[in-house]
């Protein structure tokens, strides 16, 4: 007999194979027993999927049906909508931290027991990471990898040999669960909440299981990332190993005897000088794996893809500015630059298969992901006021709104005016160019020889204005374009900001919510402490990529508006020598 349930919340589905409910919602069940916090049913519209089961509750036989709730809205998908929930245990831990060193290797540890949810991080649903090596290697057309170890090559001073400890954010004195099942007594008896709504990206970034004490792996002294203080607040501490990666010569490739096409890109980092060949699933997977690994790092979007035209000029040559922008933030951020993924990505040998395989596999069973992430940061040993990070998130996030009002603004102000540029620009100065040949020629039926210099002048002109239509069918390709580049790689930028933010946001939630039990006698101050240094490094690390971004939005948009601006005088140059040489004409006419 099916199974009647009344949805607690309203529920948005954001993946497929999900339904949305709405609060009072009757559902049918197939059955009351869950599968990973997910139960099976048919919503009230018919609709069949996949409901949380900790929205809904079971209604006995005699229970009657409530009213439907009509309000609903559609959730905006985030950053992380791809990323299963369920990757972190919720058992009953409590939040107390232990206090670790970051900056000396402890010299002696106690080994704790990890939950294997736990120890998983979300993993996005990316087509390209899927796939078992075997499927990743038959498309591949140059098999490659990088350095074993971080720090062979570009990746700072560590040492290949560093030493490897384990951090947990759990405490042993707080109330916790014993392996006999018998909950151990302790002082404070309130814990700070988790959000029902498991699908917000503070969850699923794996920023709660961080606040709440749930995080715990093994850090090498290689994969410690570092904040430091500057005159402008936290920033990233720089790469003292410095590099760029040019790429260049797009060129179409088959295999299978021609049945399957694709573009290598050859890739060639300035600290190797070893060039390497990639096509752009290896793009997607790279960037597919950052984004898993950073929770609060700000990962430039790669060009979108494209079914049809993959192998028209223009498209390749869009393509490749786009990667050539993509390219340029990753080696220019002190944190994505480093680590051992990219690295990977952009030294690996094209002809070495089994070193691309292993470095492949490491990082896709990197532990260092979603919370455990934050176990990797060291601060500055001065905590952050939590207040003053509360107004500086708020203030970014108005400045992010406006700035993206603004890119798109702009964006649609310069496409049209390229539109204008290429065909209506054109099309008036050749008709203008036009009527002076016409001219030039109604002028040549009169034969006396004085009148032959000025239909010359004239015909000269009317060439003239035909050469200016084209230059400014030409010009958006130096000028115009570039900028828009620019604006689409920033819109990227700006749509990750958000979910960065929500971050922030919540784990500041939590702080508040623990001071609030400590005011009321619930929870030990000791136990908020811990919920609030890790906040606090959570703040560090937004208020650092926050900082990178204005840096690097600074440098980018003063060389782009340096270059358009030079190219827009260039041009009108052309445009001016084009005029005066047809003005010469006239004085020997």
Known sequence: MALRARALYDFNSENPG?????????????????????????????????????????????????????????????????????????SSY?????NQNFTQTPTAFTSLSVPMQQQQAPQQNYQASQGSDDDWDDDWDDSSTVADEPGVVGGGSQDCHAARYRISTRSDTSSVYSRSGQQQSAKGSATVSRNLNRFSTFVKSGGEAFVLGEAAGFVKDGDKICVVMSQYGPEWQ?????????????????????????????????????????????????????????????????PEKQATGRFEEDFISKRRKGLIWWMNHMTTHPV????????????????????????????????????????????????????????????????????????????????????KQITGFKKEYQKVGQAFKSLSQAFELDQQLYSAGLNHALAHTGDAYDAIGEYFAEQPRQDVDPVMDLLALYQGHLANYPDIIHVQKGALTKVKESQKHVEEGKMEAQQAEGISERCNIISFSTLAEIQHFHQVRVRDFKAQMQHFLQQQICFYQKVTHKLEEALQKYDSA
């Open 18 to 90: 999900e339904i949305s409910v709405q609060e009072n919602e009757i559902v049918t069940l197939d059955s009351e027993t869950d599968i990973e916090g997910w139960l099976e049913g048919v919503n009230s519209r018919g609709a069949r999927g996949l409901i949380p089961a900790s929205y809904v509750e079971i209604l006995k036989t005699s229970e009657p049906a409530p009213s439907l709730n009509n309000a609903a809205g559609n959730g905006n998908a985030s950053r992380y909508g791809n990323i299963p929930t369920g990757g972190y245990d919720t």
């Open 94 to 98: 409590t939040t107390q931290t232990q």
């Open 238 to 302: 720089e790469n003292p190993y410095p590099f760029s990666c040019s790429i260049d010569d797009p060129t179409k490739q088959t295999k299978f005897k021609g049945m399957k096409s694709y573009m290598s890109y050859k890739l060639t980092p300035t600290h190797t000088q070893n060039q390497v060949n990639r096509r752009y699933k290896h793009f997607d997977w790279l960037y597919a794996r950052l984004v898993e690994k950073f929770p609060v790092i700000s990962v430039p979007h790669i």
């Open 336 to 419: 994505l630059s480093r680590c051992d993924v990219f690295q990977h990505f952009v030294t690996c040998a094209s002809t070495d298969e089994k070193a691309w395989k292993q470095g492949k596999r490491k990082a896709e069973k990197d532990e260092m992901v979603g919370a455990n992430f934050f176990l990797t940061i060291s601060t500055p040993p001065a905590p952050l006021d939590l207040q003053d990070v509360e107004s500086k998130i708020d203030g970014f996030k108005t400045f992010t709104k406006k700035m993206d009002d603004s890119v798109l603004q702009l964006n649609a102000t310069a496409n049209e005016f390229a539109r």
